[in-house]
């Protein structure tokens, strides 16, 4: 820190003095981010940690390289690894939201939560009880699905089964039967796709590489200079432009990292609290501080 560095607006860098700009009343608007590191606790595994990263489970299926479960031309000419994996992310009674997402549900339920930009795709932000109006998923999830041809959305029941089974859905399949039949287009929709089903390739609304974002983070991602607190939490801030965010706000605005390990800019800025550890830890930690550890526990054990 020198004479250049601008005035502290947190006493010192610890989850005390962050507790106490929430208590006082001086952080109402919370801007939270978080990544895969969030969801590793529940039993999903991130992308980029070694050995136990999905990346490096992907080695079985052959891709030419890992990153290529989320390429859309490799999906047109193979949709079956990124099937598999599906089936191992899917939304539903198989994984359960930890307590770092309960402690978002807690910030939304307090009224703290500005919003929560997620870059997650499993839903697990919903199922803790964060409103879905305070969450954008910046990189879409399992919660709908399309054809990559016609854009015709497809019934969430039949794609849950077909994920299920590990089948690869296609446009027209809405009743679960194996081969697709083929019907004439009947009309244009506004967007220019065919209403009928046309065979295409059915595709969670998740984003893959080259794919834009959804619509939703552009028009919301002003919000995150509108912070007067950020939590940045499982990420390594390695996808643009999502891990531009936690550099939106003015250079005033404490920002705190819980993550295993340091990333993107956290620790130039002055009001940088650097949580380094597991997120659930160091979550019960600002919990405690705040007096609201039991509240969190008990929200979590009763989920
Ligand atoms: P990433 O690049 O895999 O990074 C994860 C980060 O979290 C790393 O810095 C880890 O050190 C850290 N981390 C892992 N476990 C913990 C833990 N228990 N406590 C604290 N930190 C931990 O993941 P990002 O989200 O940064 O990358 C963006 C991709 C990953 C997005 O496009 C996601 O869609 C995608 N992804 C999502 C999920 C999910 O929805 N749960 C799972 C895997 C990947």
């Not at 052959?62 to 949709?79: G, H, R």
């Not at 305070?134 to 019934?155: L, M, N």
């Not at 299920?164 to 287009?185: F, L, T, W």
């Not at 929709?189 to 295409?200: I, N, Y």
């Amino acid at each position: 820190i020198t004479e250049d560095t601008p005035p502290l607006t947190l006493s010192d860098r610890s989850l005390a003095a962050v507790a106490d700009l929430i208590k006082t009343g001086y952080a109402r608007r919370i801007v939270v981010m978080t990544g895969a590191g969030i969801s590793t606790a529940a039993g999903i595994p991130d992308f980029r940690s070694p050995e136990t990263g999905l990346y490096a489970n992907l080695a079985a299926l052959n891709l030419p390289e890992p990153e290529a479960v989320f390429d859309l031309s490799f999906f047109q000419q193979n949709p079956k690894p990124f099937y598999v994996l599906a089936r191992e992310l899917y939304p539903g009674a198989r994984y359960r939201p930890t307590v770092s997402h309960v402690f978002l549900a807690l910030l939304a339920r307090k009224g703290l939560l500005h919003m929560l930009f997620t870059q997650n795709i499993d839903c697990l932000e919903r199922a803790a009880g964060v409103p879905a109006d305070r969450i954008v998923e910046a990189h879409g999830s399992f919660a709908t699905q399309r054809c990559i041809d016609c854009k015709v959305p497809f019934d969430g029941e039949v794609m849950r089964a077909f994920v299920a089974r590990g089948e690869v859905p296609r446009c027209g399949q809405q009743q679960g039967q194996q081969q697709y039949q083929y019907q004439q287009p009947q009309q244009q929709r506004d967007d220019g796709a065919s209403s009928a089903a046309c065979g295409g390739l059915v595709k969670p609304d998740i984003v893959f590489f080259g794919e834009a974002l959804p619509r939703a983070f552009f028009e919301l991602m002003d919000m995150a200079k509108e912070a007067d607190l950020i939590l940045v939490m499982g990420t390594s801030l390695q996808v643009h432009p999502f891990a531009g965010l936690p550099n939106m706000a003015d250079e005033q605005v404490p920002r705190v990292l819980f993550n295993l390990e340091e990333v993107g800019s956290f620790g130039t800025q002055a009001d940088d609290v650097l949580v380094l550890g597991d997120c659930d830890g160091g979550v019960r930690q600002l919990a405690d501080e705040l007096g609201w550890r039991e509240e969190l526990e008990k929200t979590w054990r009763e989920l």
